[in-house]
């Protein structure tokens, strides 16, 4: 069974930076297909900000305008997201996702990130 937590999140000013951990149990997040980042506003549709393939090809949201950045570390299994410049619109809890197939998608929990204006 594959568990997947995720961490870093919590409150912080506009303006400010953080950076996300999603660290794997039971697989080894550098043989999936395709590890990645979304974001589930209230009221709004989980999206997509980031994400990364096994061949290394990197993809971020138009929204985001570069200020995502997603990584994976394979000796720690972790995946990493690096957001700066925060705005309040970035305020949602963040979901990272470790894909196989579609029989084989995992998802964290979730971790809040606020962002105060």
């Known amino acids: 069974q594959v568990q997947l937590v995720e961490s870093g999140g919590g409150l912080v000013q506009a303006g400010g930076s953080l950076t996300l951990s999603c660290a794997a149990v039971g697989a080894r997040t550098s043989s999936a297909a395709v590890v990645a980042w979304y974001r589930q506003a209230p009221g709004k549709q989980r999206e997509l900000v980031a994400s990364?393939?096994?061949?290394?090809?990197?993809n971020s949201a138009e929204s985001v305008n570069g200020r995502f950045t997603i990584s994976r570390d394979a000796v720690q299994n972790t995946v990493s997201l690096q957001i700066d410049s925060l705005k309040p619109e970035d305020t949602a809890v963040y979901f990272c996702n470790v894909f196989w197939s579609a029989e084989h998608s995992y998802w964290g929990q979730g971790t809040q990130v606020t962002v105060s204006s």
């Open positions: 990364v393939t096994r061949g290394g090809t990197l």
